[in-house]
């Protein structure tokens, strides 16, 4: 399992919209909980094959503005093979970090 977690000079929904148009991977969920005011939580998760380990992974992708900024976490999981050893040739944190360098002309602080 792989974590990265960002700040990002968009509201959450042009953080989304951002997300969807960059990544190729398939989007198998998406959901905006408008909480109160102007603050949201949002859920998108990805999946992804990944040859060089033959295995699916899956990216879990959180946006909310419950700080007064705009914050965006991923979560990568599903990525190594095997029940003993959690291995996995790179392909979670690759996955995980994909959504941050995505953003890397957004991120601020």
């Given at each position: 399992m792989s974590?990265?977690?960002f700040k990002v000079n968009k509201t959450p929904l042009e953080a989304l919209e951002y997300l969807k148009r960059g990544m190729d991977e398939e989007l198998v969920y998406e959901k905006?909980?408008?909480?109160?005011g102007n603050m949201r939580s949002i859920i998108v998760i990805y999946e992804k094959y990944f040859m060089r380990n033959s295995s699916r992974a899956s990216l879990v992708v959180t946006i909310n503005n419950f700080n007064k900024?705009?914050?965006i976490e991923t979560i990568s999981s599903g990525s190594s093979q095997g029940m003993i050893?959690?291995?996995d040739w790179g392909a979670g944190d690759e996955f995980a970090h994909s959504v941050k360098h995505l953003f890397e002309d957004s991120i601020i602080d």
């Open positions: 974590m990265y977690n905006v909980h408008d909480v109160a900024v705009t914050e050893f959690n291995f």
